[in-house]
């Protein structure tokens, strides 16, 4: 249950951080987005 509830909240995190990657960026954030998006 734990698992799934860490896989459900990067998922989540991961999904709604795409619209905000160009601003993490542009400010020097680390996020799953970014780093998802980089090897996909």
Sequence with gaps: M???A???QIGYDT???YVDVR???R???KSTA???GAHG
């Design 2 to 4: 734990w698992l799934g």
């Design 6 to 8: 860490l896989a459900w």
């Design 15 to 17: 999904t709604y951080g």
């Design 23 to 25: 601003d993490d960026k």
């Design 27 to 29: 400010l020097g954030l």
């Design 34 to 36: 970014i780093l998802f």
